[in-house]
T-cell receptor
Framework: DAGVTQSPTHLIKTRGQQVTLRCSPISGHKSVSWYQQVLGQGPQFIFQYYEKEERGRGNFPDRFSARQFPNYSSELNVNALLLGDSALYLC?????????FGQGTRLTVV | QKEVEQDPGPLSVPEGAIVSLNCTYSNSAFQYFMWYRQYSRKGPELLMYTYSSGNKEDGRFTAQVDKSSKYISLFIRDSQPSDSATYLCAMSATGFQKLVFGTGTRLLVSP
């Protein structure tokens, strides 16, 4: 039984570039959330999607966007990358109150 | 002031010790309280969650919530070196909304 899968696992981008991160939730789960975890900090909520609709948005600039597809997979897009966007980006597959996290995508902006 | 405060540690204990990890919070709307364990370079893993006040036990782990004090705890009995990880508390106002995390406490259990 596959858990939450995220791709890619690691990514290096240059300032000003755009990046797309991908997430496949656990089979049967219809909701995903995205979190940003900066080194030494706890994860910070970015977005939540349920049945392809945005259900919540954290305090992140408009450079961050996301979407959910009919198969419940999701993409997180970040435009005009800044050095401060370097972090571990986590996708969570939600079932009720329980959130199951993937391994994350480690993004480094240089 | 952060909504959730957690001592970053590190907390170093010998194998077999009882470990106490704690978080305080300021938002009285929080009703769901979770504890996650995160190993280095991995995603957080849900250990247990509680709703409202009270205690919950699962094996060597016990979670306590005191809403009157806005204080939650996780106790680990008979700690093992494999328990060495970062422990994150997280909270939610409803069962289907964003989680607000603490910074995490790094725990080191020495053999």
């Amino acid at each position: 039984d596959a858990g939450v899968t995220q791709s890619p696992t690691h990514l290096i981008k240059t300032r000003g570039q755009q990046v797309t991160l991908r997430c496949s939730p656990i089979s049967g789960h219809k909701s995903v959330s995205w979190y940003q975890q900066v080194l030494g900090q706890g994860p910070q909520f970015i977005f939540q999607y349920y049945e392809k609709e945005e259900r919540g948005r954290g305090n992140f600039p408009d450079r961050f966007s996301a979407r959910q597809f009919p198969n419940y997979s999701s993409e997180l897009n970040v435009n005009a990358l800044l050095l401060g966007d370097s972090a571990l980006y986590l996708c969570a597959s939600l079932q009720g109150i329980e959130a199951f996290f993937g391994q994350g995508t480690r993004l480094t902006v240089v | 002031q952060k909504e959730v405060e957690q001592d970053p540690g590190p907390l170093s204990v010998p194998e077999g010790a009882i470990v106490s990890l704690n978080c305080t919070y300021s938002n009285s709307a929080f009703q769901y309280f979770m504890w996650y364990r995160q190993y280095s370079r991995k995603g957080p893993e849900l250990l247990m969650y509680t709703y409202s006040s009270g205690n919950k036990e699962d094996g060597r782990f016990t979670a306590q919530v005191d809403k009157s004090s806005k204080y939650i705890s996780l106790f680990i009995r008979d700690s093992q070196p494999s328990d060495s990880a970062t422990y994150l508390c997280a909270m939610s106002a409803t069962g289907f909304q964003k989680l607000v995390f603490g910074t995490g406490t790094r725990l080191l259990v020495s053999p």
